[in-house]
């Protein structure tokens, strides 16, 4: 990537903002966060927080970004459900090189996108770590987590780059096709057993009815994984129950999160996908179905 890059984020919320703080920080580089005219004027008005601290984004809707150039790197962390809505705001900023990266949970987003934007090079990409916490217009997290990032060679190269001469911790898997399914398998079974039994992690670590309910909606999820031919499948399912022991009591998912404050969840990227799948391939997964059937 060139000096004087302008960089773009599209959904400053609890995963974006993590390395858009430390991208902001360079001196050779422009970083704008887009978003629609009526969430630009409230985040002009009530700023946004990162572990306390405002932070000095510059903002711009669709109709301020004439003036703007070009985006060479556009990264969406939007929750999935508003996905779609919220890529017409990056449409004046994205040129034939400009580079997508989706930092979206689930494993539908890449392939959304690039429908929506079919010359473009879309990569594949997630955050792995411990779960920020947002409260409105005030993040906080920890420092824990790396980024995932594959995709066409090149564009996870330059990527990787960006990101590591920012001091923000990032990976590009031999296979990131099997790395985003060993994710998809943890949020499957972490965050929608947290967001059924309204749960943090502390209480889910002792409860053996959330673990087993957790491990059988994982297993459901490898067996689609298998349907479709994921390496790496034999060990996702303990390599998740690891995860969910491991981390810290207090930590509640942003599955849960969203359901405490009545926000729209993403089951439809979790048990959504998974009763899709399944279905495709005659696969029975009851216990996604009673999720996606609480939680819809």
């Known amino acids: 990537m060139n000096k004087e890059k302008h960089i773009v984020l599209l959904g400053a919320g609890?995963?974006?903002?993590?390395?858009?703080?430390?991208?902001?920080?360079?001196?050779?580089?422009?970083?704008?966060v887009a978003a629609d005219s009526q969430r630009v004027e409230r985040y002009r008005r009530?700023?946004?927080?990162f572990n306390g601290q405002k932070i000095p984004f510059d903002f711009a809707s669709?109709?301020?970004?004439?003036?703007?150039?070009?985006?060479?790197?556009?990264?969406?962390?939007?929750k999935t459900p508003s996905l779609e809505e919220a890529l017409v705001n990056i449409i004046p900023l994205v040129d034939e090189k400009t580079i997508l990266l989706p930092l979206l949970?689930?494993?539908?987003?890449?392939?959304?996108?690039?429908?929506?934007?079919?010359?473009?090079?879309?990569l594949k990409g997630y955050f792995l770590g411990h779960a920020s916490v947002r409260e409105n217009n005030h993040i906080s997290h920890d420092g824990i987590g790396t980024f995932f990032v594959g995709g066409n060679q090149q564009a996870a190269a330059a990527t990787y780059e960006l990101f590591r001469s920012s001091g923000i911790n990032t990976v590009v898997p031999e296979d990131i096709i099997s790395a985003m399914w060993k994710k998809f398998v943890l949020n499957v079974g972490v965050n929608q057993t947290q967001a059924v039994f309204k749960a943090d992690y502390g209480t889910m670590q002792k409860s053996k009815e959330m673990l087993s309910y957790a491990r059988s909606l994982m297993q459901e999820a490898v067996l689609v994984a298998n349907a479709e031919h994921v390496s790496g499948t034999e060990s996702m399912v303990e390599d998740a129950m690891k995860v969910i022991l491991d981390m810290p009591g207090n930590?509640?998912?942003s599955m849960l999160q969203d359901i405490l404050a009545g926000r729209v969840t993403?089951?439809?990227?979790?048990?959504g996908t998974?009763?899709?799948?399944?279905?495709?391939?005659?696969?029975?997964?009851?216990f996604n179905q009673d999720v996606l059937d609480k939680l819809k």
Do not use: W
């Not at 009530?46 to 927080?49: H, L």
């Open 62 to 78: 669709p109709d301020e970004m004439s003036n703007l150039p070009p985006a060479e790197l556009v990264i969406i962390a939007t």
């Open 251 to 253: 930590v509640k998912t």
């Open 105 to 122: 949970n689930g494993i539908t987003a890449s392939d959304i996108i690039q429908k929506h934007f079919p010359r473009n090079t879309v």
């Open 46 to 49: 009530d700023g946004i927080f």
């Open 274 to 286: 998974i009763c899709q799948k399944a279905a495709l391939y005659k696969i029975p997964v009851p």
């Open 14 to 32: 609890a995963v974006g903002v993590l390395p858009a703080v430390k991208l902001l920080l360079r001196k050779d580089l422009r970083l704008t």
């Open 266 to 271: 993403e089951v439809d990227a979790f048990a």
